[in-house]
């Protein structure tokens, strides 16, 4: 999934609980979500993957040596 994908779907879940309905429609589907909670945990981890790709790939690895152990 494309940075540009997650960002429209954060859109349209943020428009669907802003709204106060529960259904979110994207790529030609439509996603129910039970309860507001349901709906505030997809938020969120849309967020997450979100902030990931935009930090990029993995984490960098730096050695580290102590002297006299």
Do not use: C, N, Q
Not at 36 to 48: G, Y
Request: glycine residues 8%; positive net charge.
């Amino acid at each position: 999934m494309t940075l540009d994908d997650l960002k429209s779907r954060h859109s349209a879940l943020l428009a669907a609980r802003y709204s106060g309905t529960r259904s979110v429609s994207y790529d030609g589907k439509t996603l129910t979500y039970g309860t507001d909670a349901e709906l505030a945990a997809a938020v969120f981890d849309i967020e997450r993957r979100i902030a990931k790709a935009e930090r990029g790939t993995g984490r960098i690895s730096r050695p580290h040596a102590v002297k006299d152990l």
